[in-house]
Structures are given as structure tokens and as C-alpha cells.
């Protein structure tokens, strides 16, 4: 009889012993992968430039889930828990949508502040070299060839920000077309300074007379 309960009590032993390893907890590799995703995504919707702090808000969200995957795989099997972890990763692909959402919308944003300030550019330029037709000659011919290279490197300059554009980067396309336009307005303030030096010199008709 004392037999049969000590192999009762093996039995149940061993029964409990394998439905604590059954019921251990399992890392949520699946949401893990998504949140890896999520990040991913957002990177590539170009949020670390379009939505830097959010997205790093979402970057340290992220590493302080891994670090709590971390956690739990440190302790023993019977003591693991993951719920935090995959609270926290749930999260993260939440956040990671809006971020690359809100990316891309502020992206889009920025390409058409950059395209109007290329305009701009050009504009500025054409309008340089529209006066520059009207530029004197004579004594201040070297000064009127020093602003004329000006004007031939402002109109090379024009390139580089439709190369900017085309490459999607419109932030640094938008700070270059806007320097740009100044350098085109101070090229064209030069020249109107020299029509008008050159206006002042003229004698009048009655000075003449």
C-alpha cells in the first residue's frame, strides 16, 4: 500500500513538474519582429530627419523593451513574465505608424517648400542676369566682369539643388535655394550700383549746353 502511494505522489510530482515547464512563459517573438518592423518603417519614411524627436522617442522605447525581454531572460523559466514586454511592444508598433506617418506627410511638406524656394532661386538669378544686360562699360569694365563670374557661378550653383531635390533631400535643397536667392538679390544690387554710379557721372544736357 505504501508502495503504491509513494508512486502516487512520483506520479503527481511528476505531472506538476511538467505543467510548470509547459506553462512557462514564452518571449513574444512574433511581436518583437513587428516592432522591429515598425522601426524600420519609420526609418525609411526618413523620420530620423522629418520627425527626429519622435522618432527617437520611438528608438528608446524600443531598446527599453528589449532591455525588458532582456530582463525576463535573465531570471529562471517558472519566474518569467512577459506581459510587460509585449505591452511595451505593442506600443512601439502603434507609435512606429504614426511616426512614419507623420514623416512622410512632413516630408512631402518639405518637398514643396524646397521646389517653391528653387523657384525663387531661378527667378532671382533670371532676374540678375536680366539687368546685368543693362551693366556699363568703360572704366568700371573690371568691375562689371568681377560681378559677371558672380553671376556665372550663381547660375552653376542652380544644379546642385535640383541634385538635392531629386535625391530627396529637400531640407538641405531648400537652405541652398534660399542662399541662393540672397546671393542673386545682392548680385543684382550690385549691378543697379553700378548703372547708377554710371548715370550720376553723365552730363545733362543743359550742363552741356
Do not use: W
Not at 524600443?62 to 525576463?72: G, H, I, N, V
Not at 511616426?99 to 518637398?111: G, H, M, R
Not at 533670371?126 to 557661378?153: C, F, N, W, Y
Request: glycine letters at 6%.
Amino acid at each position: 500500500m505504501n508502495g503504491m502511494v509513494g508512486l502516487l505522489h512520483r506520479g503527481l510530482l511528476v505531472t506538476t513538474v511538467f505543467i510548470v515547464v509547459l506553462g512557462c512563459a514564452q518571449p513574444p517573438r512574433e511581436q518583437l519582429d513587428a516592432a522591429q518592423k515598425a522601426v524600420d518603417a519609420a526609418k525609411a519614411a526618413d523620420a530620423a530627419t522629418y520627425a527626429k524627436d519622435d522618432f527617437a522617442k520611438l528608438e528608446q522605447q524600443f531598446a527599453l523593451a528589449k532591455d525588458e525581454l532582456a530582463k525576463q531572460e535573465q531570471l529562471l523559466p517558472i519566474f518569467r513574465s512577459y506581459s510587460d514586454a509585449n505591452a511595451m511592444l505593442v506600443k512601439v508598433v502603434e507609435e512606429g505608424g504614426h511616426v512614419a506617418a507623420k514623416a512622410a506627410q512632413a516630408k512631402e511638406a518639405a518637398k514643396t517648400a524646397a521646389l517653391a524656394a528653387e523657384k525663387e532661386a531661378q527667378q532671382a538669378v533670371a532676374s540678375a542676369k536680366e539687368l546685368m544686360t543693362h551693366a556699363p562699360t568703360g572704366k568700371d569694365k573690371a568691375a562689371v566682369e568681377a560681378i559677371r563670374q558672380d553671376l556665372a557661378a550663381l547660375e552653376t550653383s542652380l544644379g546642385p539643388i535640383r541634385q538635392l531635390i531629386d535625391k530627396g533631400d529637400f531640407v538641405g535643397a531648400e537652405a541652398q535655394a534660399k542662399a541662393v536667392k540672397e546671393k542673386g538679390a545682392a548680385v543684382s544690387a550690385e549691378i543697379q550700383s553700378a548703372i547708377d554710379k554710371t548715370k550720376a557721372k553723365k552730363p545733362t544736357a543743359r550742363a552741356r549746353g
